[in-house]
């Protein structure tokens, strides 16, 4: 009765639409109304989903987007993950946000995850206690997103397209 597996599933329908969207097909075929536009040069500039999954602490947040990214990854979609918990230390050590475009992804005994892509983008707080430290959450959270945009724009077409998956702490 609890499981969130029906959610999920939803979540992801909705993500590999918007996904084919940004890319500019569906079925191989141009899309009607796609998120891709033309930048200065005339190739198309997709920009892909954005799913960010918040909660309270222990709530599955980071099973989720372990299942999310997992998806796509096995549908050809490189999501990037990014983890706005410093207290989880999954894609790097803890006290850090990170952020790392997924290829092939797994999770790893440890639970930590194991990932084959780009260099995983850190970005240090300094404690996992982020009450003490808002400011320098919300500083070291925008250089990321720029970051990661930057990485997303700079990055091939399929690339960008396939969005990414945040996972929050519960920290509100």
Request: proline content about 3%; glycine content about 10%.
């Given at each position: 009765d609890e499981s969130t597996f029906p959610a999920l599933a939803a979540v992801n329908a909705r993500l590999e639409a918007r996904r084919a969207l940004a890319r500019g097909t569906v079925g191989g075929l141009p899309a009607e109304g796609s998120s891709a536009s033309a930048g200065a040069d005339g190739k198309a500039n997709p920009l892909g989903p954005v799913v960010v999954v918040a909660g309270p602490v222990s709530?599955?947040?980071?099973?989720?987007?372990?299942?999310?990214?997992?998806?796509?990854?096995?549908?050809?979609?490189?999501p990037t993950v990014v983890d706005l918990d410093p207290g989880q230390g999954d894609l790097s050590p803890p006290t850090s946000l990170s952020a790392a475009p997924m290829d092939r992804l797994g999770l790893a005994a440890s639970g930590g995850w194991e990932t084959h892509a780009l260099p995983i983008l850190s970005y240090p707080?300094?404690?996992?206690?982020?009450?003490?430290?808002?400011?320098l959450f919300k500083a070291a959270s925008s250089s990321l997103a720029a970051a990661v945009q930057a990485r997303a724009s700079a990055g091939p077409p399929a690339g960008s397209a396939s969005g990414a998956i945040v996972n929050t702490c519960g920290w509100v």
């Open positions: 709530a599955g947040k980071s099973t989720a987007v372990a299942t999310l990214a997992a998806w796509a990854c096995r549908r050809g979609w490189s707080v300094g404690t996992t206690n982020l009450s003490e430290a808002a400011p």
